[in-house]
């Protein structure tokens, strides 16, 4: 693409985090923009995030003890870890992915990839969050991984030497130290890790809808529609067809979450994408009070203080985006973080489920369609969602500002997964 110096008009369709940080950004740089999404913003899977900015998930989702303990795993009816029979077949070519990505260089390119922009996210993300006065709900008072089992925290610790190659600032803590940072935790808490930069969003729904509001109020339009296809135009641009109007654009940004795989289709084969359905459990008076977010190190989930109560989320539940939420996949977590938080009281507790677009590398999908340079994707960021929504929406105005790829362009174009191993899957 030639490099853009005049306004164009952007289609961006999906108005979660990620599309409405993408619209944001390019907002800024002087273009028209247009957010269009079958529902009204953030009510889709970036509501229910975590609002845990982690710098801690630099790893493909499928690590080696991990695939070791995955029959355990998926038999423990309270395991962070869920594949529903009905949708294992769905999940072939996900899982021959995933385990390309176990191989060690395969491997420690992605950490590398995840690691860079990791690195930057916070501050990606306070510096748009605060053009869009938003920035109160964003802090950075670091991140615990808290254990009860001595050995589960020495697997972990053997992860630190690669933490600390790529800059970033982890600790070990024994049981007092862990302590003084927290004094809710348990008693039998042998001890844990400090991730001193993580961040945390204390309302992820509410920061969206700023990031919305400040949209409108300079010149953006925000369209409720279904979205069917998205075609090149001829002489230029593109076409969003929804179920209301036709309207056309000179770029348009596909961010969709797990839906952005059908308005691909015609132009990308095989992404192994997956309906990754997280839950949370948000407790409105928990009783105890945290001051970071603290993940559990053995059921693998996170609990964070929010401006509405205490938010226990992070579980994984591959199932159809469509099927019914099993709602004990959101209560089992109460009984899970009484073994960690004591007192923890999940009085008028509140479950909710969404669908989070999972890549199996653990590297969500940013590019250019080869042959259709006018349409653009970002999506499959799983649980780095909100984490990642700033820094990526750097890499799209980049490229569509057409200032040729970016550093992580091979890492992140879907065309990775149409290459070497993955043309096996």
Not at 54 to 75: G, R, T, V, Y
Not at 100 to 129: Q, W
Not at 151 to 173: H, M, T, W
Not at 203 to 208: S, V
Request: aromatic fraction near 6%; proline fraction near 7%; charged fraction near 20%.
């Amino acid at each position: 693409m030639a490099s853009c110096s005049i306004p164009l008009s952007v289609g961006v369709v999906g108005a979660g985090i990620v599309g409405l940080s993408i619209a944001l950004e390019l907002q800024r740089r002087g273009h028209q923009v247009t957010v269009i999404d079958r529902d009204t913003p953030m009510l889709g899977c970036s509501s229910g995030n975590a609002g845990y900015l982690s710098e801690a998930n630099i790893f493909p989702p499928a690590a080696p003890d991990m695939l070791m303990k995955l029959p355990k795993l998926m038999l423990d009816s309270d395991g962070p870890l869920v594949i529903k029979p009905t949708y294992a077949p769905q999940m072939m070519s996900w899982g021959w992915h995933a385990l390309a990505a176990v191989k060690g260089d395969v491997r420690a390119s992605i950490t590398r990839t995840l690691a860079a922009l990791t690195t930057g996210a916070y501050e990606a993300i306070l510096d748009l969050a605060s053009h869009a006065n938003a920035g109160h709900l964003l802090s950075r008072d670091g991140g615990l991984v808290a254990f009860k089992n001595r050995d589960a925290l020495e697997a972990k610790c053997a992860s630190l030497p690669v933490f600390q190659n790529y800059g970033i600032a982890v600790d070990r803590l024994d049981a007092a130290e862990i302590h003084e940072f927290e004094p809710a935790l348990a008693k039998d808490i042998v001890g844990g890790l400090m991730f001193r930069n993580s961040g945390r969003c204390s309302n992820p729904r509410q920061l969206g809808l700023l990031y919305a509001e400040h949209l409108q109020g300079n010149g953006a339009r925000l369209l409720q529609d279904s979205i069917e296809s998205v075609d090149p135009a001829e002489g230029g641009g593109a076409w969003l067809r929804g179920s209301k109007e036709r309207l056309r654009f000179d770029r348009v940004v596909v961010c969709a979450g797990f839906w952005s795989k059908e308005l691909l289709r015609p132009y990308v084969s095989r992404i192994p994408l997956a309906s990754e359905r997280g839950y949370h459990l948000m407790l409105p008076k928990p009783g105890v009070r945290l001051r970071r977010p603290v993940v559990f190190g053995e059921p693998h989930f996170a609990a964070t203080p929010m401006d509405e109560g205490l938010r226990l989320a992070g579980t994984a539940e591959f199932a159809s985006a469509d099927a019914p939420p099993n709602v004990e996949r959101a209560t089992m977590l109460l009984r899970l973080a009484q073994q960690y938080l004591t007192g923890l009281d999940g009085q008028d507790g509140q479950p909710w489920m969404g669908v989070r677009p999972s890549l199996p590398d653990g590297l969500p999908a940013v590019g250019v369609v080869p042959a259709h340079p006018t349409i653009q994707y970002a999506f499959g960021h799983a649980h780095n969602g909100l984490t990642l929504s700033a820094v990526t929406a750097k890499l799209v105005a980049s490229q569509i500002e057409g200032a040729g790829p970016h550093a992580h362009s091979s890492s992140l174009d879907l065309h990775r997964f149409q290459q070497g191993f993955a043309r096996a899957a």
